[in-house]
Structure formats: C-alpha cells, structure tokens
C-alpha cells in the first residue's frame, strides 16, 4: 500500500512537470518594457487624464498622477490658472517628489496655461531630476499652438508676434526640461482640445502613437549603443 502511494506521487509529479512545461512562458520582457516608460500627468478638466490613459495603454506604460491640491474649479480657478502660468508660479502637489530611477522614458501630460506648462507640472519638473531620461512633452489646450508657425517675417505685425511669442514659451518649456531637471528632451507633441468630444481627443492622441513610439524606440536604441 505504502508503495503504491509512492509510486502514485511521482507519477502525479512527473504530470504536474509536464503541464508546466507546456505552458507559454511569462513575458518577462514586456513588463521590463512596460517598466521603462512612465506618464507623468496634471488634469484640471480631465482632458489630460483621458490622453494619458490612451497613452498608457497603447504604450504599456505606467502612469502617475500629479494632484494640485489648490482648486482650480470653475471660472475661478480657471482664471487663477491662467493667472499662475503668466508668473510662472509654483503650487503645492502631491506627490511632490517621486522616484524616477526606474524608468528610462518620461512623458509629461500637460495643458497649456498661458502658453507654458501648468503650474502643477512646472511645479513638479521643479522639484524632480530627469537626468538620463527621455523626455517627451505632450500638451493639449484650446488653441492649435502652431497655427502661427505659417507666418514669415513679411506676415503682419500681429500674427508674427504671437509667432515669436509662442517659439518663445516652447523653447522655455524645452530648457526647463533639458536645463533645470537635466532631461533629454526629444519630442513635443500637442492637441487641440478646444468643443472636441471625448472620442476626438482620444482620435487626436491615437494618431501620435506611432509618432511617440518612434521618439522613444529610436532614443533607447542610442542609449543601448
């Protein structure tokens, strides 16, 4: 009796090991993938938390959420928005520091205030280090931030003011990225957000994927050299 019990338990082992066996391995190299690649994000609207979760999903990335804990609600909040962009303010965030270690790839969700970053991720670029990191910035607001990109320097006064004027607030986003935080800027890409329904932003986010995965393949490839 004794025998045939033991004789039953390896067999039962020796099954156990084959169906093991037969079973797909995990994909460990996903997760490792999906590892690399973190969306920092600040919402006041939900705008940008929708095209960051299209973001994380269609890059397998992880995402983080950055929580002004002054409201900016309503009108008020809305022109107090505006009003700390102009002066470039600083507020008070949660998380205010996070560790970046793990990751290789940051991409920055943001709307536009007053033509800059808003507050909260300014804030947070302030109080983070983004050396050796890849950094792409993907903004969103109720203007088509190169719309004035057509103009030449015989296009009227106006229209090349808010030319140089907007070159100008992009370059600054870029060098806060690149000098203050020390992150490798590649890439900024933006949407126009202004009467667009949920599913046409998540058109417009969709259609910088190939755009977004191409910036970061290309970047990781140099640094494995």
């Known amino acids: ?120 991720i300014h804030t947070f670029i302030d109080n983070n280090r983004l050396d050796d990191k890849t950094v792409v910035l993907f903004t969103n607001g109720n203007n088509d931030i190169r719309k004035y990109e057509q103009y030449d320097d015989n296009a009227p006064f106006l229209k090349r003011f808010f030319r140089d004027y907007i070159r100008d607030k992009s370059k600054g986003s870029r060098d806060y990225v690149t000098g203050t935080a020390g992150g490798n800027y590649v890439r900024h890409c933006h949407i126009e957000t202004l009467e667009a329904s949920s599913d046409q932003i998540t058109q417009r986010t969709l259609k910088q994927i190939d755009y977004l995965k191409s910036a970061l393949s290309i970047k990781t490839a140099r640094a494995d050299q």
Do not use: C
Request: proline share 5%; net charge positive; aromatic share 10%.
């Open 1 to 120: 009796m004794q025998y045939s019990i033991k004789r039953l338990s390896k067999t039962i082992a020796v099954l156990a090991l084959g169906l093991f066996l037969l079973l797909p391995l995990p994909s460990f190299a996903a997760d490792t993938t999906a590892g690399k690649t973190l969306i920092i994000y600040y919402s006041r609207t939900g705008n940008s938390k929708l095209i960051s979760e299209v973001l994380q999903k269609e890059l397998n990335a992880q995402a983080l959420e950055i929580k002004d804990l002054k409201d900016r609600s309503g009108s008020l909040g809305y022109a107090g928005a505006g009003f700390d962009g102009f002066f470039d303010r600083h507020t008070t965030i949660d998380p205010a520091k996070v560790d970046l270690s793990p990751y290789s790839n940051v991409i920055i969700v943001s709307p536009i205030w007053n033509w800059k970053l808003s507050t909260p």
